[in-house]
């Protein structure tokens, strides 16, 4: 089965950069949606693809996916992006949906 | 406003089964997916499966094949997750979501805000 491996956590200081990554097998052929959670509340989505944001998304979050690598980025990071992230793709071999181990975004 | 509703939180004992809810509003329940993700304590987001309740179709991850039953009465706009005989193991928080087609893909993109099952 297909597998989304995660680093486990990321750290960044406030009104930097954060870059959360998402490896796969040539991940970069298929669609990736990237999730939030915060502490004690259900997942959002945040973003399809690249730059497809939901309504109430700002525009500090981008992604980007290559090869064997999606990344979510948050430009301008605020203490309220403090969450787990998880990247999402649909295994169309497999007719499943598949998550990453998640990403806990801490910021300093 | 799409809504997903949940039950509420559930405690059993090993060896009993359950049943929970998701009541969806807001839009047409029968013309939509709805997946089960499961997560368990300090743990990451797993995909259980789906159901179309329109006919009642599903598709099962096979971690959760066999180990749960997902089905759907379309006339209440319900969806549910069920399980014959409940292990310590089952203790989680489970999630319904919308799931909803992207240019060939799946994603999920309202969620309920989650039964928490206890087995003790």
């Known amino acids: 089965s297909y597998v989304l491996t995660q680093s486990p956590s990321v750290s960044v200081a406030p009104g930097k950069t954060a870059r959360i990554t998402c490896g796969g097998d040539?991940?970069?052929?298929?669609?990736v949606h990237w999730y939030q959670q915060k502490a004690g509340q259900a997942p959002v989505v945040v973003l399809s693809?690249?730059?497809d944001r939901p309504s109430g998304i700002p525009d500090r979050f981008s992604g980007s996916n290559s090869g064997n690598t999606a990344t979510l980025t948050i430009t301008s990071v605020e203490a309220g992006d403090e969450a787990d992230y998880y990247c999402?793709?649909?295994?169309?071999?497999?007719?499943?949906?598949?998550f990453g181990g998640g990403t806990q975004l801490t910021v300093l | 406003e799409v809504r997903l509703v949940q039950s509420g939180a559930e405690v059993k004992k090993p060896g009993e089964s359950l049943k929970i809810s998701c009541q969806g509003s807001?839009?047409?329940?029968?013309?939509?997916?709805i997946a089960w993700v499961r997560q368990m304590p300090g743990k990451g987001l797993e995909w259980i499966g789906v159901?179309?309740?329109?006919?009642?179709?599903?598709k099962y991850s096979p971690s959760f094949q066999g180990q749960v039953t997902i089905s759907a009465d379309k006339s209440i706009n319900t969806a549910y997750l069920q399980w014959s005989s409940l292990k310590a193991s089952d203790t989680a928080m489970y999630y319904c979501?919308?799931?909803?087609?992207?240019?060939?893909?799946?994603?999920?993109?309202?969620w309920g805000q989650g039964t928490l099952v206890t087995v003790s």
């Open positions: 693809e690249e730059n």
């Open positions: 807001g839009f047409t329940f029968s013309h939509y997916f």
């Open positions: 040539n991940i970069g052929s298929k669609i």
């Open positions: 979501a919308r799931h909803r087609k992207y240019s060939g893909s799946y994603f999920n993109d309202y």
């Open positions: 999402q793709v649909w295994d169309i071999y497999t007719d499943q949906s598949v």
């Open positions: 159901v179309y309740p329109g006919d009642s179709e599903t």
